[in-house]
């Protein structure tokens, strides 16, 4: 019996929740507001954005780039030392620069924060050695962070030291090496760890990386300098070189160029 007379009252308590209410006052004042805007309302015009003019291909520097080697000699003396500031013995010919076994690596003279770099390589075409030991060089970011350079075409090596890698901390996404002897492109887009004032970690450094267009590092935070052996740890810096490794093979860098970002 009772459960007869609960049925007609649910039925009655489920109309009126389901009846359509009025709106309230703040329902139309909302609809007033929104009334109100245009399009307009979110568009902003100023400071308009600064023009850059693009190279001809992808790989041409943009107007605002600064090149630090166009395949000259004259640039390469105006842009690069060796590790001490002195003028380095790698050589110049043929539109690049090719490291000179035990010479040492290189620096760049102008010292930098957040870039975007372009950077052309090229591996020798006469295969020599293996894993490691197979076309090795390195872009140390600011000095101390290495996007490794190797020969990784059909030559297995630790994945997170392979070409592509920061090494020894990020493995490449995929192997996008051509092959020896073929000249390959870097384009990376790094910004400087921030550091607080007691020298502690306040942002890590964080790096994109193109190979060749094809995407090997997505937006990775750096847990430090890239070391050979051990654990990576920062030491706080400032504005700092671009700097090529000399690892006893003959490596050769075509175009650089960066944009300060
Ligand atoms: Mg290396």
Same mark, same amino acid.
């Given at each position: &019996?009772?459960? +007869?007379? +609960?049925? *007609?009252? !649910?039925?009655?308590?489920?109309?009126?929740?389901?009846?359509?209410?009025? *709106?309230? @006052?703040?329902?139309?004042?909302?609809?007033e507001?929104?009334?109100?805007?245009?399009?307009? &309302?979110?568009?902003? =015009?100023?400071?308009?954005?600064?023009?850059v003019?693009?190279?001809?291909?992808?790989?041409?520097?943009?107007?605002?780039?600064?090149? !630090?080697?166009?395949? #000259?000699?004259? $640039?390469?003396?105006?842009?690069?030392?060796?590790?001490?500031?002195? *003028?380095?013995? =790698?050589?110049?010919?043929?539109?690049?620069?090719?490291? #000179?076994? %035990?010479?040492?690596?290189? @620096? $760049?003279? &102008?010292? +930098? &924060?957040?870039?975007?770099?372009?950077i052309?390589?090229?591996? *020798?075409?006469?295969?020599?050695?293996?894993?490691? %030991?197979? %076309?090795? $060089?390195?872009?140390?970011?600011?000095?101390?962070?290495?996007l490794?350079?190797l020969?990784?075409?059909?030559?297995?090596?630790?994945?997170n %030291?392979?070409?592509?890698?920061?090494? @020894?901390?990020?493995?490449?996404?995929?192997n996008?090496? @051509?092959?020896?002897?073929?000249?390959?492109?870097?384009?990376?887009?790094?910004?400087?760890?921030?550091?607080?004032?007691?020298?502690?970690?306040?942002?890590?450094?964080?790096?994109?990386?193109?190979?060749?267009?094809?995407?090997?590092?997505?937006?990775?935070?750096?847990?430090?300098?890239?070391?050979?052996?051990?654990?990576?740890?920062?030491?706080?810096?400032?504005?700092?070189?671009?700097?090529?490794?000399?690892?006893?093979n003959?490596? $050769?860098?075509?175009?650089? =160029?960066?944009?300060?970002?």
């Amino acid at each position: &019996m009772k459960k +007869l007379l +609960l049925i *007609p009252a !649910l039925l009655l308590a489920f109309n009126v929740i389901a009846q359509k209410a009025e *709106p309230t @006052k703040e329902e139309f004042a909302k609809k007033e507001e929104l009334a109100k805007m245009k399009p307009e &309302m979110t568009e902003f =015009w100023d400071p308009e954005v600064a023009v850059v003019t693009p190279g001809q291909l992808p790989s041409d520097p943009p107007s605002d780039a600064i090149i !630090l080697f166009d395949g #000259t000699q004259e $640039s390469f003396n105006a842009n690069w030392t060796n590790s001490k500031g002195e *003028p380095s013995g =790698w050589t110049v010919a043929d539109h690049c620069v090719t490291v #000179t076994k %035990g010479t040492g690596g290189i @620096k $760049s003279k &102008m010292e +930098l &924060m957040d870039f975007q770099l372009h950077i052309e390589w090229r591996t *020798p075409a006469e295969v020599k050695g293996e894993s490691q %030991g197979r %076309g090795n $060089s390195g872009i140390f970011l600011q000095g101390r962070y290495e996007l490794q350079v190797l020969d990784n075409y059909e030559n297995r090596t630790y994945r997170n %030291g392979q070409a592509g890698s920061i090494y @020894k901390q990020y493995a490449p996404l995929v192997n996008a090496c @051509k092959k020896p002897g073929e000249w390959q492109v870097y384009d990376v887009i790094y910004t400087a760890p921030r550091f607080k004032e007691d020298g502690t970690v306040f942002s890590p450094a964080r790096v994109t990386v193109l190979q060749n267009g094809v995407l090997v590092q997505n937006n990775i935070s750096l847990f430090g300098h890239t070391e050979y052996i051990g654990i990576p740890k920062y030491a706080a810096h400032g504005a700092a070189s671009l700097e090529l490794q000399d690892h006893g093979n003959p490596v $050769s860098y075509g175009n650089i =160029w960066v944009r300060k970002l």
